[in-house]
């Protein structure tokens, strides 16, 4: 499932040191702006614990984990909109990716250039928003007129698209971004070519200096964004970019030691990826048995034939059932047998609903 969480923000803010973090992808890094040019495009495992669980239960010969995309793309500027800086190429860039992880700096450092000069991450965050939704108001206003024409002339889809139009152009002048705008599933539709910057979904990543990783609440610049975030109805994952590429680097039980002496159950990368597949209104299921186990991505609301459909189309096209026990139950039970046992391994059809968890056996004929 090619989806993709796009790093964005302010030059010299963290993204390509996060990013390399991430990915391990080798992204260049330089103390001066626009030091990523091109979007570098990483894929990562998405970290679960289950995973190992059933890892251990079946002791299959292989454990393949499910993957996300995160795309490091260019700092944007003021005046991005207009095309200063690398303005057109980042909205063009950042337009391609179906979420947003806004990396903004809390950390002071004196020997790292701010890009206006001072550290302000609210300042940093309403840049970058006010030239999303600026460059959403510039598409909006070069259709604006021509669908008006045509909606008096009673064209029923023109009379919709300019209805969200309508609704989008009064939300755009006012600074906010289309996600804030109800929209009926009609409007929606019809805007959906637009792919509106400002309509995907963002979580916010607040780069903090290594000294802080173990109470970062009490840094100030990340009290600030945690409350513009809640007025944004967006998320929060604090991080120290630094740090996590020291513990990109550790396996194991080193990792392991790593994160205990720094105060952490878990990295913030972790933490970062699974808010970002989450998102997207991503979710999990497993497959397993003694050659393979293995995690599966699908999106929230799938039904069972189209998520076998993700293994092979065959197993879509030739749907008879599901086999389906709930990685609690099966936990709970010790094992498959046991769980058939005590009437937790359920057969569904072809209207059951996935859920995050399942581990399943498709049954199909073609």
Same mark, same amino acid.
């Given at each position: 499932m090619s989806l993709t969480t796009g790093i964005v923000g302010l030059p010299n803010v963290g993204k390509s040191t996060l990013f390399n973090a991430i990915t391990q992808a080798g992204a260049e890094m330089a103390n001066y702006p626009f030091c990523t040019i091109e979007p570098n495009v990483g894929i990562v495992s998405v970290p679960d614990r289950r995973l190992d669980k059933l890892t251990e239960m079946y002791q299959p010969k292989k454990t393949i984990p499910t993957t996300f995309e995160f795309t490091d793309i260019a700092g944007l500027v003021k005046g991005a909109s207009k095309g200063e800086g690398l303005g057109n190429q980042f909205l063009a860039n950042i337009r391609q990716v179906d979420a947003i992880s806004h990396v903004v700096r809390c950390f002071d450092d004196k020997d790292i250039t701010h890009v206006s000069g001072k550290v302000d991450p609210i300042d940093d965050i309403e840049t970058i928003n006010l030239e999303l939704v600026l460059a959403d108001l510039e598409q909006v206003n070069k259709r604006y007129d021509r669908v008006s024409k045509l909606a008096k002339q009673k064209d029923k889809q023109a009379i919709t698209e300019f209805s969200a139009l309508e609704k989008l152009k009064a939300a755009f002048e006012e600074g906010k971004p289309a996600r804030h705008v109800a929209l009926t599933e009609e409007e929606e539709a019809a805007i959906k070519p637009f792919n509106f910057?400002?309509?995907?979904?963002?979580?916010?990543? @607040?780069?903090?200096?290594? +000294? !802080?990783?173990?109470?970062?609440?009490?840094? &100030?610049?990340?009290?600030?964004?945690? @409350?513009?975030?809640?007025? +944004? !109805?967006?998320?929060?994952?604090?991080?120290? &970019?630094?740090i996590e590429s020291e513990i990109a680097e550790l396996e194991g039980e080193e990792k392991a030691a790593f994160l205990q002496d720094l105060g952490l159950d878990t990295s913030g990368l972790d933490r970062l990826i699974a808010k970002s597949y989450a998102l997207l209104g991503l979710a999990t299921y497993f497959t397993a048995g003694e050659k393979e186990v293995r995690a599966w991505t699908f999106r929230k609301g799938t039904k069972a034939p189209q998520a076998a459909g993700i293994i092979h189309s065959d197993f879509e096209r030739g749907f008879i059932r599901a086999e389906i026990v709930s990685y609690e139950d099966l936990i709970e039970a010790g094992s498959e047998i046991a769980a058939k046992e005590h009437g937790k391994l359920r057969l569904e059809g072809k209207d059951y609903v996935m859920q995050d968890g399942d581990i399943v056996n498709f049954r199909f004929n073609v």
């Amino acid at each position: 499932m090619s989806l993709t969480t796009g790093i964005v923000g302010l030059p010299n803010v963290g993204k390509s040191t996060l990013f390399n973090a991430i990915t391990q992808a080798g992204a260049e890094m330089a103390n001066y702006p626009f030091c990523t040019i091109e979007p570098n495009v990483g894929i990562v495992s998405v970290p679960d614990r289950r995973l190992d669980k059933l890892t251990e239960m079946y002791q299959p010969k292989k454990t393949i984990p499910t993957t996300f995309e995160f795309t490091d793309i260019a700092g944007l500027v003021k005046g991005a909109s207009k095309g200063e800086g690398l303005g057109n190429q980042f909205l063009a860039n950042i337009r391609q990716v179906d979420a947003i992880s806004h990396v903004v700096r809390c950390f002071d450092d004196k020997d790292i250039t701010h890009v206006s000069g001072k550290v302000d991450p609210i300042d940093d965050i309403e840049t970058i928003n006010l030239e999303l939704v600026l460059a959403d108001l510039e598409q909006v206003n070069k259709r604006y007129d021509r669908v008006s024409k045509l909606a008096k002339q009673k064209d029923k889809q023109a009379i919709t698209e300019f209805s969200a139009l309508e609704k989008l152009k009064a939300a755009f002048e006012e600074g906010k971004p289309a996600r804030h705008v109800a929209l009926t599933e009609e409007e929606e539709a019809a805007i959906k070519p637009f792919n509106f910057l400002t309509q995907k979904p963002v979580l916010y990543v @607040a780069n903090i200096s290594e +000294d !802080e990783v173990s109470e970062p609440e009490s840094n &100030a610049y990340v009290q600030a964004v945690e @409350a513009f975030a809640k007025k +944004d !109805e967006a998320e929060v994952v604090v991080i120290s &970019a630094r740090i996590e590429s020291e513990i990109a680097e550790l396996e194991g039980e080193e990792k392991a030691a790593f994160l205990q002496d720094l105060g952490l159950d878990t990295s913030g990368l972790d933490r970062l990826i699974a808010k970002s597949y989450a998102l997207l209104g991503l979710a999990t299921y497993f497959t397993a048995g003694e050659k393979e186990v293995r995690a599966w991505t699908f999106r929230k609301g799938t039904k069972a034939p189209q998520a076998a459909g993700i293994i092979h189309s065959d197993f879509e096209r030739g749907f008879i059932r599901a086999e389906i026990v709930s990685y609690e139950d099966l936990i709970e039970a010790g094992s498959e047998i046991a769980a058939k046992e005590h009437g937790k391994l359920r057969l569904e059809g072809k209207d059951y609903v996935m859920q995050d968890g399942d581990i399943v056996n498709f049954r199909f004929n073609v």
